[in-house]
């Protein structure tokens, strides 16, 4: 008799084990997964410009085209080769007219420094090969591109009116400039050892 109840205890427990692991079996096929959808990730479209903005985006790109011509092209430019070091971001100072191919070189590196510009290694005598007009042409035209690019800076001039810095965009040969003839003489009377540059034949 007592057998017999233990035999149906053992058995209880084996078919409750059985159910349980039947259950247990299951359970992962009733359990609804969560779905994991994978998408491509979407970027926030960049807004558009306006049509000002465009204009203004095109126009600068025209005259940075300029710049690139005339730093390639231009005579006194080819001797320098230029290039950029750093962002166009500063208007840029008009600097009197020189009187000399000395003075003008020594203008055109200035203002090249001053925007970020840095020529190549150049010999003096090269630079010294150009004539005035080719060195003023030079300088106006570059400082023409930089008023459209950047802009120019005040000035004292600017403030009180006096109209100096208009001397730069005279063409040469006007009278704010001096002549070939003159220049020519000036040119025997000035020592390139003198240069604020570099001595004669030097590698700037």
Same mark, same amino acid.
């Given at each position: 008799?007592?057998? !017999? &109840?233990?035999?149906?205890?053992?058995?209880?427990?084996?078919?409750?084990?059985?159910?349980?692991?039947?259950? @247990? !079996?299951?359970?992962?096929?009733?359990?609804?997964?969560?779905?994991?959808? @994978?998408?491509?990730?979407? /970027?926030?479209?960049?807004?558009?410009?306006?049509?000002?903005?465009?204009?203004?985006?095109?126009?600068?790109?025209?005259?940075?085209?300029?710049?690139?011509?005339?730093?390639?092209?231009?005579? &006194?430019?080819?001797?320098?080769?230029?290039?950029?070091?750093?962002?166009?971001?500063?208007?840029?100072?008009?600097?009197?007219?020189?009187?000399?191919?000395?003075?003008? /070189?020594?203008?055109?590196?200035?203002?090249?420094? !001053?925007?970020?510009?840095?020529?190549?290694?150049?010999?003096?005598?090269?630079?010294?090969?150009?004539?005035?007009?080719?060195?003023?042409? =030079?300088?106006?035209?570059?400082?023409?591109?930089?008023?459209?690019?950047?802009?120019?800076?005040?000035?004292?001039?600017?403030?009180?009116?006096?109209?100096? !810095?208009?001397?730069?965009?005279?063409? =040469?040969?006007?009278?704010? @400039?001096?002549?070939?003839?003159?220049?020519?003489?000036?040119?025997?009377?000035?020592?390139?050892?003198?240069?604020?540059?570099?001595?004669?034949?030097?590698?700037?």
């Amino acid at each position: 008799m007592g057998s !017999d &109840v233990k035999d149906r205890q053992i058995g209880q427990t084996v078919r409750s084990k059985i159910g349980a692991k039947e259950e @247990y !079996d299951e359970t992962p096929d009733k359990i609804a997964m969560p779905k994991t959808e @994978y998408s491509p990730m979407k /970027i926030a479209p960049r807004e558009k410009e306006t049509t000002g903005e465009a204009r203004e985006r095109a126009k600068w790109q025209h005259n940075y085209g300029h710049l690139k011509t005339l730093l390639k092209t231009d005579p &006194v430019f080819k001797i320098l080769r230029p290039k950029f070091i750093g962002p166009l971001d500063k208007p840029i100072s008009i600097p009197p007219p020189g009187t000399n191919k000395v003075d003008e /070189i020594n203008l055109i590196l200035q203002m090249l420094d !001053d925007m970020g510009v840095c020529p190549n290694a150049f010999h003096g005598d090269e630079l010294l090969s150009c004539s005035l007009e080719q060195l003023k042409n =030079a300088a106006n035209e570059f400082v023409e591109i930089m008023i459209m690019l950047v802009g120019k800076a005040n000035t004292p001039e600017d403030m009180i009116g006096t109209p100096s !810095d208009s001397l730069r965009k005279h063409p =040469a040969g006007s009278p704010h @400039y001096a002549s070939e003839d003159s220049e020519s003489e000036s040119d025997g009377s000035i020592s390139i050892r003198r240069m604020s540059l570099r001595p004669s034949g030097g590698t700037f």
